[in-house]
């Protein structure tokens, strides 16, 4: 039978630490961390995946496959932001940026920025949350070593927590959602060796934007992920479980 909620050890000093939470679960490197960073404190964790119509839709299949093999079943919440537009994520008219090493990745605001991705995904989060009384939602959010988006700071987190504490019933109640973002100021490889000292398998993590399971290795996301692993002094699991399936 497929479970909803992984059950996690609970000791006498656990007791008292909430007992569920939502994750919200891309598949990628920090929001895996963030899952089994959050197995270790909640005795249930659902993840949520959002299939917001975006170019490397593997990610979705793949993020499938890594609640699987944790005995996880993901809540899928969808929403087509192609409607929206704005992002080379949404919309194939725009071209994925590419360079030949991180050092070249432009500053400011890229075409990859999604407008209000993670405000949106958080407002779903917290209306799911309202309805299963679940209130600690955990993102894996960071600003180092990451593009230049602006939905992922200290400051946004802590403002869209007021919004949904204010906008839910929350408001009229004792219990107040939380939104945790644990690795907010954590360079991506520091994100990467203490998600292996928790066990964590990023075999099936896609990070690339070009939409395949084969990463294409220049856009901002292969190469901040290439930089990240290489500071961590591993191999990418997706890249050595791919050599052993002879794509690569």
């Known amino acids: 039978m497929k479970r909803t909620f992984r059950a996690g050890k609970s000791s006498k000093a656990e007791i008292s630490k909430p007992k569920s939470c939502l994750v919200l679960f891309s598949g990628g490197i920090d929001s895996t961390t963030a899952l089994h960073w959050a197995m270790r404190r909640y005795g249930l964790v659902q993840p949520v995946i959002f299939d917001y119509g975006q170019r490397h839709r593997v990610e979705i299949k793949m993020a499938r496959k890594t609640c699987r093999r ?6 899928i ?5 192609r409607q929206v537009g704005g992002s080379a994520l949404t919309d194939k008219k725009i071209s994925v940026p590419q360079f030949k090493k991180s050092e ?3 500053k400011g605001l890229p075409v990859t920025y999604v407008p209000f991705r993670n405000g949106i995904f958080i407002s779903l989060a ?8 679940i209130f600690d939602i955990v993102c894996g959010f960071n600003v180092i070593d990451s593009p230049n988006y602006p939905d992922t ?9 007021r919004a949904i504490n204010e906008g839910t019933g929350a408001k009229l109640g004792q219990k107040k959602f939380r939104i945790i973002a644990p690795f907010i100021k954590m360079k991506k490889s520091e994100i990467i060796k203490l998600g292996l000292k928790l066990g ?13 399971e084969v990463p294409c290795l220049r856009c901002s996301a292969c ?11 591993q191999e990418d699991h997706l890249l050595a479980r791919l050599k052993k399936e002879g794509k690569i």
Do not use: H, Q
């Not at 944790?70 to 809540?75: A, D, E, F, V």
């Not at 190469?223 to 002094?233: I, S, T």
């Open 153 to 161: 700071t200290t400051a946004f987190v802590r403002a869209m927590n």
């Open 200 to 212: 964590a398998d990023y075999s099936y993590s896609i990070t690339c934007y070009a939409g395949r």
């Open 77 to 81: 919440i969808r929403v087509d932001l």
């Open 70 to 75: 944790l005995g996880l079943t993901p809540r």
């Open 126 to 133: 917290a209306a799911l949350g309202e309805s299963l009384g």
């Open 104 to 106: 070249d990745i432009k």
């Open 223 to 233: 190469l901040l992920r290439a930089r990240a692993w290489k500071e961590a002094g």
